[in-house]
C-alpha cells in the first residue's frame, strides 16, 4: 500500500510539475505500470495460495466435542480472513474485465468506505482499475490526450489515493483484531489444556 500511494503521489506532482515536459511525466507513468504489472502478479500468486490455505483448513478430522469446537472457531475464522483477502487482492490485480463484475468489489467498497464513497455506495468502483484505463492508454500513446484531460486525471489519481489510504487504515484495524482474536483463542486454548485430565 505505501508504494501504491507513492506512485500515486509520484504522478500527482509530475502532472502539477508538467511546465518542465513531457519526458518527466512519461517516465513516471511507466514506473507506475511496471510497478501495476508485478503488484498484478504478487496478488494472482497470493491469491493461488490463499485458496490453498482454505482447502487445507476444511480438513476434517475425528477429535472430541469441545476440540472439535474450537477447530470450528478457527475454521470459521480463517475463512472470513482468506475470504477478505482473495477480495482485496483480487481488487488490487485490476483486471480488464472489473467493470463486468462489479459486485465482486462490494466487500472491499465496505472496507474502504469513506465520506467520498458515500455518495456513491450504490455501485462499486475499482479505482485501480480507472486509473490503469487512463496510465496504459497514455503509456501506449502520445501524450497529448492525457495532457488535454489534467483536471479528469488528477481527479482519478486523488480517489485512487483516498481508497488506498482507507484500504490501509482498515487492514491495520483488522491485524488489530485478529492479533486480539489470537489471544482469545489461544486463551481459550490454555483452558482447556488445564481441563484436560492427566494420565
Known amino acids: 500500500m505505501l508504494m501504491a500511494k507513492g506512485h500515486v503521489q509520484d504522478i500527482q506532482s509530475a502532472m502539477r510539475r508538467r511546465s518542465k515536459g513531457d519526458s518527466s511525466i512519461q517516465k513516471t507513468i511507466s514506473g507506475y505500470l511496471s510497478f501495476r504489472k508485478q503488484m498484478t502478479k504478487s496478488a494472482t500468486k497470493m491469491i493461488a495460495l490463499l485458496k490453498q490455505i482454505n482447502h487445507a483448513s476444511a480438513t476434517t478430522s475425528s477429535l472430541d ?16 480472513t482468506v475470504s477478505v483477502f482473495e477480495t482485496l487482492l483480487a481488487f ?25 464513497a458515500a455518495v456513491h455506495d450504490d455501485k462499486a468502483v475499482n479505482e485501480f482499475a480507472c486509473v490503469d484505463a487512463v496510465m496504459f492508454k497514455s503509456g501506449s500513446s502520445q501524450l497529448s490526450p492525457f495532457l488535454a484531460n489534467v483536471q479528469v486525471v488528477l481527479e482519478r489519481l486523488e480517489a485512487l489515493e483516498v481508497a488506498v489510504r482507507g484500504i490501509d487504515d482498515r487492514l491495520e484495524r483488522m491485524f488489530r483484531c485478529l492479533v486480539t482474536l489470537r489471544v482469545s483463542l489461544l486463551n481459550r486454548v490454555s483452558t482447556f489444556q488445564a481441563q484436560v485430565p492427566m494420565h
Open 92 to 116: 488490487l490485480a485490476a483486471p480488464s474485465g472489473a467493470a463486468k463484475t462489479t459486485n465482486k468489489w462490494s466487500m472491499v467498497s465496505r472496507l474502504v468506505m469513506t465520506k467520498r
Open 65 to 80: 466435542d469441545d476440540s472439535s469446537r474450537l477447530i470450528e472457531v478457527l475454521r470459521d475464522v480463517t475463512e472470513v
